[in-house]
């Protein structure tokens, strides 16, 4: 390794979190933290197994008892700044340093009841993947600093009525050489979907922790010199 690479990847080891913190649906801001459960710091999580995974932990309190209207097939930006206090003014690692590297997902979970604190087992289907594009060599973290930390995506339009939750996240590759090195970055928000009244449709899901596997090549990679990516996780799900 290169003094240089070093250098870089010391730099952007501190100052490698995001947060997303915020939700807009159909191009309306909901508010900072308003029906998101924000963890209060950007530390990254490492271990697979633990259950910290699932939405994150050591949230701002109170947790917001908002639920985020959204109709199927609505369009949402889940919103990521360097800190869980959004945006804070111009800083150069804001919404992320723009030396990390890796994917940002999107899952929902259908559950009882979207301010439930219990997320243990909960049934998730991906809805939305940025990884590497091979065309213009752009990670989605490349392309969540261009866009201000803004993630936008479709809720699909064949989902059933109800409540559920959102589950998006970055995870940052700088270190992912070996296991433990990826860094998970993620948080929750909390959703009332309206959708057709038929709602037959019942993706395949996955579980957290479950999902996620160390031998997975989205887990263990190297960011440097790579042209292709497969981004970790099942295939997106499409109605």
Wanted: charge should be negative.
């Amino acid at each position: 390794m290169t003094p240089l690479l070093s250098l870089l990847l010391l730099l952007g080891s501190a100052s490698a979190g995001t947060v997303f913190s915020a939700l807009s649906v159909n191009g309306v801001d909901q508010g900072h933290a308003v029906g998101v459960r924000v963890p209060t710091s950007n530390v990254a999580i490492k271990d697979l197994s633990s259950p910290n995974l699932v939405c994150n932990t050591n949230f701002i309190q109170p947790v917001s008892q908002a639920v985020i209207n959204v109709p199927a097939g609505a369009q949402v930006t889940a919103q990521f700044h360097r800190t869980a206090a959004g945006y804070l003014g111009p800083d150069p690692a804001d919404p992320i340093d723009p030396t990390n590297k890796g994917p940002v997902i999107a899952y929902l979970a259908a559950v009882p009841s979207a301010t439930q604190a219990n997320v243990t087992g909960l049934n998730w289907f991906k809805i939305w993947e940025s990884g590497l594009n091979p065309t213009t060599h752009q990670w989605g973290s490349d392309l969540l600093f261009i866009n201000k930390g803004n993630a936008t995506f479709t809720i699909p339009d064949c989902l059933a009525s109800g409540d559920y939750l959102l589950r998006v996240e970055y995870i940052g590759l700088e270190f992912a050489t070996e296991y433990p090195g990826a860094q998970f970055f993620m948080s929750c928000a909390q959703l009332s979907i309206t959708g057709p009244d038929a709602g037959l449709v019942k993706p395949a899901t996955v579980t957290f922790p479950g999902a996620y596997h160390s031998s997975d090549p989205g887990i263990v990679t190297s960011i440097f010199g790579i042209t292709s990516y497969t981004v970790p996780g099942p295939a997106v799900f499409a109605c």
